[in-house]
């Protein structure tokens, strides 16, 4: 059975650092994209980063470079989404998300992944 498990989120100030965590099973965990996505109330899913786990790729939007981070660690099948200097922009629900194989094409598109985990609010105040 396919699990992802986020943690991490709470609530921060503007400015603050975070990171979330996402644990994935091992049968997925190898050959995989793993995205995260954020969904504040009343909009779509967007995605705010994604990596394949074959290799270490990363995929994060032009609005996000230098202040997201993706990373792996293949020891413990999890994926961390780091935020540098969080906005209140930033405050929503975060769903990781998982896709079969190395296709890089619709990488942010949401209907493209197969399993989600429940996801991990976090809220941003000044």
């Known amino acids: 059975q396919v699990q992802l498990v986020e943690s991490g989120g709470g609530s921060v100030q503007v400015g603050e650092s975070l990171t979330l965590s996402c644990v994935v099973s091992?049968?997925?965990?190898?050959?995989?994209?793993l995205a995260w996505f954020l969904q504040a109330p009343g909009k779509e899913r967007k995605g705010v980063a994604a990596?394949?786990?074959?290799?270490?790729?990363?995929a994060i939007p032009d609005g996000l470079k230098g202040r997201v981070t993706i990373s792996r660690d293949p020891a413990k099948n999890t994926v961390r989404l780091q935020f540098n200097r969080v906005k209140p922009e930033d405050s929503g629900m975060y769903y990781c998300?998982?896709?079969?194989?190395?296709?890089?094409?619709?990488?942010?598109?949401?209907?493209?992944?197969?399993?989600w985990g429940q996801g991990t609010q976090v809220t941003v105040s000044s």
């Open positions: 998300a998982s896709r079969a194989g190395a296709v890089w094409s619709n990488i942010f598109q949401a209907s493209t992944y197969e399993h």
């Open positions: 990596i394949y786990t074959g290799n270490g790729n990363t």
């Open positions: 091992q049968d997925i965990y190898p050959d995989t994209w």
